[in-house]
């Protein structure tokens, strides 16, 4: 769970780099992205391996991450059967609450963002095998796009959020009431990077700040 | 002061249970929360009806006999923010005329007995699966003989506090005892005397602590919220650190 947590934490990281690339203009965001399934870590592997290596990592965290889920979730809700007639929490964030369904939204929106921009099965203003940038314009200049973009992000953060502390925690790095307060720290900032960094673009495409 | 009471009342481990209101007028503020119900059960007994069953022994907060779970928090805390056994609650801490909620710990691993008692034989099971070192018993050696680091002492003596009350597990919305397993481990693992063992026994407790129907850690942290003895949450990564050891060491299969 954790592992695989912080493999995705560090795609996301990366991903949200790469889309700014955006303000750089079409031919810089189109060329990026042809390198990313293309020319990358050529001559180490063959043209476009590397995207299938990648792709095949990143859909065997996302079943580790799932499959470990369920188990987990499993063994929780058969462990807390009864529920207190007066519940309160000290402690327990709403991000920690929410891991478990919060996971699942975020999945299916995962889903649905691959088929929107990678297999072009759904499209949202663009014709099947546009190019990168034409893609990203056609879609966010539609504000409930761009609303909907970012109930999704604002879940994934939430999910990173309690994730990172979590995971890093998981791995034995809480080791101080200190670190305790650096780890919530630093999960914090990376989600609030991942939603700041992956909203800069939809909104500057909504108002027509890239075009 | 008077009381308002909702307790959990549930005749045997196989009846269904639910909540009972009671009003207990008389209540001094100086009483403790066990000495408020001892109270209530004297005028029930007087009246012919069941008295509630608790647990409790000591009375002092050290043995880990008492606890139930109070307005939603494991063994109450009324309006303080520092966590407290139950028998060292005082019902000046209540308001006059206060309704409180009065249930048992709750979680798959500790079945409900009678009323407010659970059985909470699986602690002893996890402490049997490793909290323990073997070493022949004989006269107690020179204590200067093995030298313990006073940071590594320091806190074997904070996590060796834990008194085993269960406050941790009733606690956790995921019915996990990682606080308190935790609080074992590292109170072993930073003596010197619990080195010998130490792989093979974080292995064998969390096997034991998972096959008793215990939940899994999710880091949420009301466990040490709640803890009487304020065991920090950093001894779960101190487990954790130690069990992925473990996955590389001979001792630790």
């Known amino acids: ?211 | 002061m008077i009381i308002n009471l909702r307790v959990w009342r549930q005749a045997s481990a196989s009846a269904e249970g639910k909540m009972v209101s009671y009003r207990v007028e008389g209540v001094s503020e100086d009483m403790s929360f066990l000495e408020m119900l001892d109270l209530l059960n004297e005028d029930l007994t007087l009246k012919g009806e069941e008295p509630i069953a608790f647990d409790h022994d000591c009375r002092e907060g050290i043995c880990g006999m008492c606890g139930v779970v109070i307005n939603g928090s494991a063994h109450g805390r009324a309006s303080s923010p520092v966590p407290t056994t139950t028998c060292q609650l005082h019902m000046r801490s209540f308001a006059d005329g206060a309704t409180i909620d009065v249930e048992p710990w709750r979680a798959g691993a500790f079945p409900v007995i009678k009323d407010l008692v659970v059985d909470r034989t699986a602690f002893d099971r996890i402490i049997q699966a490793g909290g323990f070192i073997s070493v022949n018993a004989g006269a107690a050696p020179e204590a200067h003989s093995v030298p313990a680091p006073k940071i590594e002492a320091d806190r074997a003596f904070d996590a060796a506090t834990c008194i085993g009350c269960g406050a941790c597990v009733a606690a956790c919305p995921n019915g996990s005892s990682m606080l308190f397993t935790s609080a074992k481990i590292t109170h072993l693992a930073m003596l010197p005397q619990g080195q010998p063992e130490r792989y093979s026994r974080v292995k064998a407790m969390v096997a034991t602590q998972d096959e008793l129907g215990f939940g899994g850690c999710t880091n949420i942290g009301e466990c040490a919220a709640v803890c009487p003895k304020q065991i920090p949450l950093d001894t779960i990564s101190q487990l954790n650190r130690d069990l992925i050891k473990a996955l590389f060491r001979k001792d630790g299969k």
């Open chain 1, 1 to 211: 769970m954790a592992l695989t947590g912080l493999i995705m934490v560090v795609f996301l990281l990366a991903h949200m780099y790469g889309n700014l690339k955006v303000f750089l203009g079409a031919d810089a965001f189109d060329h990026y992205a042809h390198w990313l399934k293309g020319e990358i870590l050529y001559p180490l592997v063959p043209e476009g391996w590397f995207i299938w290596i990648f792709r095949f990592v990143m859909l065997a965290a996302i079943a580790g991450h799932v499959y470990a889920a369920a188990v987990l979730s499993a063994r929780n809700v058969s462990s807390r059967s009864s529920k207190y007639a007066h519940g309160h929490n000290h402690q327990q964030t709403y991000a920690a609450r929410t891991m478990q369904w919060g996971g699942v939204i975020l999945l299916i929106g995962l889903i649905f963002h691959l088929l929107q921009f990678t297999a072009q099965l759904v499209t949202t203003g663009f014709a099947s095998g546009s190019e990168p940038y034409h893609m990203v314009i056609a879609t966010f200049s539609q504000w409930w796009l761009v609303l909907a973009y970012a109930v999704w992000v604002f879940v994934v953060c939430l999910h990173v959020r309690h994730g990172v502390w979590s995971a890093l925690t998981t791995l034995g790095a809480n080791t101080s009431p200190s670190a305790r307060a650096f780890l919530n720290g630093l999960a914090w900032v990376i989600a609030v990077v991942l939603f700041v960094g992956f909203m800069i673009m939809p909104v500057a495409v909504l108002f027509g700040w890239v075009q």
